[in-house]
């Protein structure tokens, strides 16, 4: 594998609904990085199962994830509590992640050349997919808060679900993805902890934004 010299990579664990796409969004945009949801890879797959449930087999995910465009991952289907759900049971699978695996090395370790590095965010980024990330942040906010966002997200694109379901699924995801054996959520000890409960979005980036500065700082261009 091609692997870009002189990159900043950034490594982004958390729970669903945490808030973590959203920081990692503007901090990409900010130092100009490469940035993959790698949660949407999973729902990506998860879609295509639900659709095509009879071809649904190693080769075909194969090959789905050979010609995966970005545009594939940006479908609004994708955003469905219907879909998170059946992602977090396709991503217990070792085979399915092996493909996925090297499809997230590309991405983060080379960057098209007009980018000055890459941030991805997931469950296994920190500790699997970039173990040697320049910065590791683990973002979090407790059930209800995570709850409620996705609820008012989910309100905001019409789609019919209550606060209730929604806290019930995230629940339900976050037991799946904390324990399974493979590749399950976890916190490396070399991750920054950053809990957005009472934190707002520009408060969530400028905290972020002020632990690279000062690595920036005193280790030059890194
Ligand atoms: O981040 P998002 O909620 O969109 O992810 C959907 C599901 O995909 C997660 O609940 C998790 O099971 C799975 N996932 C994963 N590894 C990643 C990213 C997502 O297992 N790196």
Known sequence: MIKRKNIIKIAIDSPAAAGAGT???SIS???????LDTGK????????KL??????????????IKSLKVKDLSKKILLTDEIGTEASVIAKYKSL??????????????????????????????YNIVPDADFKFYVTANLKTRALR????????????????VLKSIKKRDKSDLNRKISPLKKTKDSLLINTTNLNKR?????IKKIIDRKKLIN???
């Open 97 to 126: 992640r092996n493909i996925v695996h090297s499809f997230q090395l590309n991405f983060a370790y080379n960057p098209p050349k007009k980018y000055s590095g890459s941030c991805l965010d997931g469950r296994d980024i920190t």
């Open 150 to 165: 996705r609820y008012k997200e989910l309100k905001g694109l019409k789609k019919n679900i209550t606060y209730k379901e």
């Open 203 to 207: 408060a969530c980036f400028l905290k």
């Open 23 to 25: 920081l990692a969004k």
């Open 41 to 48: 890879i999973y729902r990506y797959l998860a879609f295509l």
């Open 29 to 35: 945009k900010h130092y100009n990085l490469f940035y």
């Open 51 to 64: 659709k095509f449930p009879k071809k649904f087999n190693n080769n075909f995910v194969k090959s789905k």
């Open 220 to 222: 030059g261009n890194l």
